[in-house]
């Protein structure tokens, strides 16, 4: 829960606490020991480079939902915006355009909810070499 906490915040997690029922429980259970208490607890990643993965995925997978949440918390795990789009750019030569597209809005309207100003993705510049 601590990891859960750390990465979504306290208000992400005391929201969806605050939602779950007798339906939802064990699922909200699952979640918390293996997601959070397992693998992102896990030390052969930190959690930048998980941030970024999971934003690829969710973004490959078409999960818009899940999306937004987990650009505040790539945010909190120390991305900033210009990284997340650059995360999806790359997510779009390997997922797809449409998702990749889908993604970059959900992530642009979530940091505009936040007050962060958009972020362009680098062109490529001279320390990328290939």
Same mark, same amino acid.
């Given at each position: ?58 973004? +490959? #997978? ?5 999306? %937004? /949440?987990? &650009? ?6 120390? !991305?900033?915006? *210009? =990284? ?10 390997? +997922? #797809? ?5 889908? %993604? /970059?809005? &959900? ?6 909810? !936040?007050?962060? *100003? =958009? ?12």
């Amino acid at each position: 829960m601590a990891v859960r906490r750390e990465v979504l915040g306290d208000a992400h997690v005391d929201r969806a606490q605050a939602g779950t029922s007798p339906m939802t429980a064990p699922f909200q259970d699952f979640i918390t020991r293996t997601a959070w208490g397992g693998v992102w607890t896990r030390p052969q990643l930190d959690r930048r480079t998980r941030s970024c993965l999971t934003l690829a995925l969710l973004a +490959a #997978g078409g999960h818009e939902r899940e999306l %937004a /949440m987990h &650009v505040r918390a790539a945010l909190r795990n120390g !991305l900033d915006a *210009t =990284e997340i789009a650059e995360v999806l750019l790359h997510t779009a030569v390997y +997922a #797809g355009v449409p998702a990749a597209n889908a %993604a /970059m809005a &959900v992530a642009q309207d979530t940091l505009a909810e !936040l007050g962060i *100003t =958009e972020a362009q993705p680098s062109g490529r510049g001279a320390e990328h070499d290939g």
